[in-house]
């Protein structure tokens, strides 16, 4: 995860307060979490969480040893609208359903993001953010924030040659997204897409099937 994620260190400090701090970043994690969970925990919205992914329930890891990104990516091609098919399930993404995501290129070079989800009560939520490189070299490395100082980790892990589908993850194995640019492909190219996950090290078994549109 980030280097936010890690627990600060203030020189000279003693162990109260060592303890005020802790306190703190354990109140700013909780304020965090509730403004996630009051947007219905948009799928890709969760890697905002990176920086406090120490201080709130997470999701098992799924793989131990993710590996580096497969290919470099062409941010241009990867503009667009893509859908969630699957996911590793987050506490703050339970009952999401039509999980989309829109990327579009920034003046300045980064990438807005607008996250957008179906609750079970047929409401809609939308989250709105931004993403920077920071692999220059490959461009399948970014950072994405949907609260101010706070950014995850986001990993293009694959991808198709003509970008019709991705595969996302980040260093510490816990969060999985397979996307695709329809809303329904077809289920034989959805297995191959579960089958290159494992093959890249995940356990395919926690992941769960997004109902779209």
């Given amino acids: 995860m980030s280097a936010l994620g890690g627990k600060r260190t203030f020189p000279g400090a003693g162990t109260r307060q060592g303890g005020t701090a802790n306190r703190l970043q354990r109140l700013a994690a909780v304020r965090l979490t509730s403004k996630l969970l009051a947007l219905g925990g948009l799928g890709l919205a969760v890697i905002g969480l990176a920086a406090c992914s120490t201080l709130i329930s997470r999701h098992p890891v799924g793989n131990r040893s993710v590996p580096q990104p497969n290919k470099p990516v062409d941010l241009q091609k990867y503009l667009g609208r893509w859908y969630e098919i699957a996911r590793y399930e987050q506490s703050f993404q339970k009952g999401c359903e039509g999980v989309t995501a829109d990327y579009s290129l920034r003046t300045d070079g980064s990438i807005d993001v607008v996250n957008r989800c179906r609750k079970p009560d047929g409401k809609s939520s939308e989250a709105r953010g931004h993403a920077k490189v920071v692999d220059d070299e490959t461009k399948a490395k970014l950072k994405v924030s949907f609260f101010g100082p706070f950014y995850g980790n986001y990993w293009v892990l694959d991808h198709a040659d003509d970008y019709r589908w991705s595969i996302v993850g980040e260093p510490s194995g816990r969060y999985l997204w397979i996307l695709n640019r329809e809303a329904t492909p077809p ?17 395919t078994s926690m992941l769960l099937r997004t109902k779209q549109p």
């Fill in 187 to 203: 289920e034989a190219e959805v297995q191959k897409l579960i089958d290159r996950a494992k093959e890249l090290g995940y356990d």
